[in-house]
């Protein structure tokens, strides 16, 4: 469910847009500044007031700053890597130099987004001052006692985006500011989430932030239009008129008009190829649907006496027998584990039309409560904030104790055995809809997946907390849950409003195939909806010399698994992850399966460059 923005929400301005300075360091003696660092903490040193941002990648290091000239006019800001091992603050002459008017524009240029704090950063950091002879060539940083800056005439032409992982950073990656702690790209990125989003196929349209204008002007909205994982539009010259909110699909809108109508002379070669390519389709799905909506019409739904709403999918339109028109729509959270409907997916709700509004919502997919903070359970799908072993896993229990929750979790895109993290290191990507305790049990009891002490079992309708007495683990309490009432999570079966209605036509062409690569004796499966899998290569070989039928039984046993049926390759990927040993049940491929390896110490570096795979014909 999603809760509704509080009034006056949206006319708030991110904290970290505007966060003022608490006092510029003062730049001393560079030499004393490091003295009495060790050889690893020299290396990571950089002075803050000459490179106020510094962001690790694989190749190297990037630093941002800006620049102007000897009068303090034409100031461009700039964004730079150094290739190789060396620390931010190396004298090696960079590989890759851009300078651009914002650093809203730098975004574009490298096709990653800066965090906030960062633009703050490098704003408040004093500029490096051109020569006069040799404008942005030979300039004089702002600390005395750095040698002068040597640069080119020319901006390095390096093309960043021809191995696009190799110079972007990853959520792993060390993230130097001026004046404050060292912190990951992750977690950057996570305390700065969007205030509102829309995703359009492979395309996200990102509002960032807002600012309050004078009285009764606006508001001026910074925003980010992403394809897959590459920022291609970025800016902050987006105006909403008073009374507009910027959490609204007004403010979607008006971001979508202002990229698709940047002029032509303004575009990169890549803006250019994703307008010609995506333009026409996303200024006509950002248009505003009209009453009565259509089949496929994606709505949201409030709730007529609680503070919250759910979207979901228009089927069909009917009239009551008083004559008020209705609408037939499949609720989005009717599909996640768990769920009464989920193998029913003809079933829908109806609504009246004046509880129903079109929507550029994403798909609700149960990650937040209107009625207190949402403890995950078995089979909600998280993704790491920072943690450099893996990205996306499947949480199997949550652990209750003092502090925040902790989920173990099963990892999707990495060899690893079950991972235990806090509840603030993860990010919940979709929850589940279990009925009861009682069905959550039964489902983890056909998966065999025990219970252990100090777990917290948590429902639409009920939670329990499991202790340790003298036979074992066993449930010592349950408490009822407002959720049980919800129409969406926990539809009455004795409704007239629970009809059947045809499934929906979704768009099936253009979706990319499944990919598979194998890299040091893991193969890897990249799906358009579930992901990247890995799971060890002679475990893999094993799945796929099961047979389709038990393949699917093993399948059918884990609940919380996505609903299929799959192609075989497909079933085999997903049985190998999260069904190992019933696979070496099954297969007579010998002892050594390759079972995943305990965690061990984290990884310290990025993923190895991604191979290109061959094309598999998928789904």
């Known amino acids: 469910m999603i809760a509704m923005p509080g009034p006056g929400a949206a006319d708030e301005p991110d904290e970290a847009s505007h966060q003022q300075p608490h006092g510029r360091a003062r730049p001393g ?9 060790g050889l690893h903490e020299a290396g990571m040193w950089v002075d803050g007031a000459s490179f106020p941002v510094c962001v690790q990648v694989p190749a190297g290091w990037w630093r941002l700053y800006r620049q102007t000239g000897p009068e303090g006019d034409g100031e461009l800001y700039v964004a730079e890597l150094v290739v190789g091992s060396v620390g931010p603050g190396s004298a090696r002459q960079p590989s890759f130099r851009t300078r651009q008017p914002s650093v809203w ?4 240029e490298l096709g990653w987004s800066v965090p906030l704090s960062c633009h703050v950063a490098i704003e408040e950091a004093p500029p490096w001052v051109a020569d006069g002879e040799h404008p942005f060539s030979m300039v004089h940083p702002p600390v005395k006692g750095m040698p002068t800056f040597l640069g080119s005439r020319e901006p390095v032409p390096l093309d960043p985006h021809a191995d696009a992982e190799r110079f972007w950073p990853w959520r792993a990656s060390i993230v130097l500011r001026a004046y404050q702690p060292p912190t990951t790209y992750g977690r950057l990125g996570h305390a700065e989430s969007p205030i509102r989003s829309w995703p359009h196929g492979q395309t996200r349209v990102e509002v960032v932030t807002s600012w309050r204008l004078a009285e009764g002007a606006g ?21 909403l008129h008073n009374g507009d909110s910027a959490t609204s699909r007004v403010a979607v809108q008006a971001v979508v008009a202002a990229v698709t109508g940047r002029p032509e002379r303004s575009l990169s ?15 006509a799905a950002a248009r505003p649907a009209d009453d009565p909506y259509a089949a496929g019409t994606r709505i949201a739904v409030d709730h ?21 028109r209705i609408y037939r729509w499949r609720p989005d959270v009717a599909d996640l584990p768990g769920h009464p409907w989920r193998d029913d997916p003809n079933r829908v709700l109806e609504t009246p039309w004046y509880r129903a509004s079109a929507t550029l919502e994403g798909p609700d997919r149960n990650t937040e409560s209107p009625y207190g903070e949402l403890v995950l359970a078995t089979g909600a799908l998280v993704a790491t904030v920072d943690d450099p072993r893996f990205a996306v896993g499947t949480v199997l229990r949550t652990f209750i104790a003092d502090g925040p ?24 990507l979709a929850g589940t809809a279990w009925a009861s305790v009682d069905d959550l049990l039964l489902a983890r009891a056909l998966a065999d997946l025990e219970l252990r002490p100090d777990e917290l079992l948590f429902t639409v309708g009920d939670c329990a907390l499991v202790i340790d007495g003298p036979y074992g683990p066993y449930v010592h309490a349950r408490y009822a849950l407002p959720s049980a009432s919800d129409p969406a999570l926990a539809p009455d079966q004795r409704l007239a409003s629970a009809v059947e209605a045809p499934p929906a036509d979704g768009p099936t062409a253009g979706l990319p195939v499944a990919q598979l690569r194998l890299v040091d004796g893991v193969r890897h499966l990249r799906h358009p909806t579930l992901g990247h899998l890995a799971v060890p290569e002679q475990l893999f070989i094993a799945a796929l010399l099961v047979r389709p039928d038990q393949l699917g039984t093993v399948l059918d046993r884990y609940r919380w698994l996505p609903a299929g049926p799959w192609p075989h390759l497909v079933a085999a990927t997903l049985a190998a992850l999260h069904a190992p040993a019933d696979v070496a049940a099954l297969t007579t491929a010998g002892p050594d399966l390759g079972q995943p390896p305990s965690t061990g110490p984290p990884a310290t570096g990025p993923p190895p ?4 795979p061959p094309s598999l014909e998928g789904p």
Do not use: K
């Not at 524009?105 to 574009?108: I, M, N, S, V």
């Not at 925003?223 to 902050?236: K, P, T, W």
């Not at 228009?314 to 008083?322: D, E, L, N, Y």
């Not at 460059?609 to 290109?612: G, N």
């Open 405 to 428: 929750p902790r989920y173990e979790i099963r990892p999707h895109d990495a060899v690893l055995a079950p991972v235990t993290l806090n509840a603030t290191e993860v990010i919940p």
């Open 105 to 108: 524009r730098l975004e574009e």
């Open 269 to 283: 070669r890549r803006q250019h190829r994703f307008l010609d390519a995506q333009g026409g389709e996303l200024t």
């Open 304 to 324: 007529p006496e609680r503070d919250w709403y759910t979207t979901g999918t228009v089927r069909a339109g009917t009239v009551s027998p008083t004559g008020v």
């Open 219 to 239: 508001h001026r909205v910074a925003y980010r239009v992403r394809d897959g994982d590459q920022v291609v539009f970025a800016g902050s010259d987006v105006h």
């Open 609 to 612: 460059p991604r191979a290109e």
């Open 29 to 37: 003696d560079l030499a004393a500044a490091r003295s009495g660092m």
